[in-house]
C-alpha cells in the first residue's frame, strides 16, 4: 500500500537533471495545460479555469527561473498563490488531483521558505550546493505539474474536454434564442 503523504523530490546529484526536467515540461506539459485552457475558457464550471491557468504560470515560472534567491521568493509566492485558491465546484478525478497538488506544494513552498530564510553568508560559501537545492525544488515541482496533468495516465486535457461535454449536455438547448425585430 502506497502512503499518500507528499514527499518532495530529492535534490539533484547534477545540474543536468533540471535541464532534461524543465525540457519535458516545456515540451509536452506545457502544450498540454495550454490546451486545457482553451478547453475551460467559458465554460461555467467554478474554480476550473483558475486551477489550470495556475499551473500554467508555475509551469512557465519553472521553466524560466534562475538558481537565486529572488526568483526563489518569486516561485514561493506563487506556490502560496496557488496553494490558497478558494476553488469550489470541482469533483471526482479533478478534485483529487487539485487536492493532491496542493498537498504536494505545501511541502515544496516550505522548502522554499526553509532555503530563503539562510543567511547570506551561508547562501554565498554554500553557493554550489544552494544552486543545487533551488534546481531540486524546481525539478520537485515539475514533477508535481506532471502529475497533476498526466494523473490516472489522463492527460488533463481530455479531462477538460470530458467536462466541456458534459456542461453542454446539460445546458437547454434553444434557451436563449437572439430574436430579431424589424427595423424600421
Known sequence: MQSSAPVAAPVPSHSGQVGRGTQLLNSSILAALQSAKIGVTGIGIPGVEP???GVLELGLMVLTMKDNKENLAQLRKSLDDLINLD????SGDLHIRIAKLSAHL?????ECQSL?????????????VYKEKI????????????????????SIEKLVQA?????????????FKLVQTPSN
Open 51 to 53: 486551477i489550470i491557468n
Open 87 to 90: 476553488i469550489p465546484g470541482p
Open 106 to 110: 505545501k511541502v515544496i513552498a516550505a
Open 116 to 128: 530563503a530564510e539562510e543567511s547570506s553568508l551561508k547562501r554565498f560559501f554554500l553557493s554550489k
Open 135 to 154: 534546481q531540486g525544488i524546481r525539478i520537485a515541482v515539475t514533477v508535481q505539474i506532471e502529475e497533476f496533468v498526466f494523473y490516472s495516465n489522463v
Open 163 to 175: 467536462i466541456g461535454k458534459s456542461v453542454e449536455g446539460i445546458q437547454p438547448k434553444g434557451m
